[in-house]
Every structure is written in structure tokens, then in C-alpha cells.
């Protein structure tokens, strides 16, 4: 898709992105703050939104692509209300980590990287955070969850969908 042909909604998201890129076109290399403004705004940053910020800020799209798919921080596809981060580091990969994370992936019905069809959880991987002890480990945002086996991180999922469910 050209650039030219791109049909922006006239939605209040829109219109304060537009705000924001006024407040950053003149100060020196502002694609990372506008992204990260636009993240707010959006949760992700899909391909409409990357477009968008290249025309506006006239920057090439592929620089844009390039800083997006760089730090990950920036995310592409919709990010659900809750992080689960399983361990694929050293420690937790040894003691069965990916089946940790195949079972999860079952049971949410996503791959690596996506969100839950009711939008609860992302599922997402990361290289040990500190809890080797505990391997195979997983966080739920920052709760650490250790010793799991693929049955107990399901149940652990599951467990914690229902608390939340209850509290509200
Ligand atoms: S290797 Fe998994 S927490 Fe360190």
C-alpha cells in the first residue's frame, strides 16, 4: 500500500497522534518518541499507525519498520491485559521450558508473541530473568511462578483468570 493511499479514520486516537507529531517535528530525531507516544495511544503499533507516522513525519517507512522491529518494546499486534513471559534461558530450557510454553500456547491457542482471542493474555518468552533457582519459570507481568511442569503453568493460568474474574 502506497503511503498516499492510506484512509485514515478521523478518531480522537488519530487526532492526538496528529497533536503529537506537531509537538516533535521539530526537535532532532523524534521517531522513537513519536512511536512510543503512539503505543500509548493505540496499545501496538499496527501497520496503519507505522504508515501514518512515516508520511507525517516524512520519514521512510522502512526506517520506521526498522526502529519498530529493533527494540522490543515496540509491538505489532495487540497486547492482552496480561504478560505471560516464560524463561526459554539456559536453566529453564534444560528442565523442560518449551514444553512449558507448547502447553500454553495449546491451551491459549496462540503462537509466541500473541494474545488470547479474548484478549487476557499475550503469551511472550524472554532469556532468564534471575530466577534460575526456580526453573522452568514463567511471569505472569511481575509475578514469577517457578517449578512448573506444562500441566501446573496451565493450571497457573487458568487459576489466575479466575481470581481476576471473581474480583470484578
Ligand atoms: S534461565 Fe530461566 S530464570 Fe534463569
Given at each position: 500500500m502506497e503511503c498516499q493511499e492510506l484512509h485514515?479514520?478521523?478518531?480522537?486516537?488519530y487526532r492526538e497522534l496528529k497533536r503529537i507529531i506537531e509537538e516533535y517535528r521539530n526537535v532532532p530525531g523524534p521517531l522513537?518518541?513519536?512511536l512510543n507516544r503512539a503505543q500509548r495511544i493505540f496499545g501496538y503499533l499496527p501497520r496503519e499507525v507505522q504508515l501514518y507516522v512515516s508520511r507525517e513525519l516524512n520519514?521512510?517507512?522502512s526506517e520506521v519498520y526498522g526502529v519498530v522491529t529493533f527494540y522490543n518494546f515496540f509491538k505489532t499486534e495487540?497486547?492482552?491485559k496480561h504478560i505471560v513471559n516464560v524463561c526459554l534461558g539456559t536453566a529453564c530450557h534444560v528442565k523442560g521450558a518449551q514444553r512449558?510454553?507448547?502447553a500454553l500456547a495449546n491451551e491459549?491457542?496462540?503462537?509466541?508473541?500473541q494474545t488470547s482471542q479474548d484478549g487476557f493474555y499475550t503469551l511472550s518468552t524472554a532469556r532468564c530473568f534471575g530466577a534460575c533457582g526456580l526453573a522452568p519459570a514463567m511471569m505472569i507481568d511481575d509475578e514469577v511462578y517457578g517449578r512448573l511442569t506444562?500441566?501446573?503453568?496451565?493450571e497457573v493460568i487458568k487459576e489466575f483468570q479466575k481470581n481476576e474474574t471473581n474480583q470484578n
Open positions: 485514515i479514520p478521523d478518531n480522537p486516537q522513537i518518541q513519536v520519514v521512510p517507512l495487540p497486547v492482552g512449558v510454553v507448547d491459549l491457542k496462540v503462537e509466541i508473541g506444562p500441566g501446573k503453568a496451565v
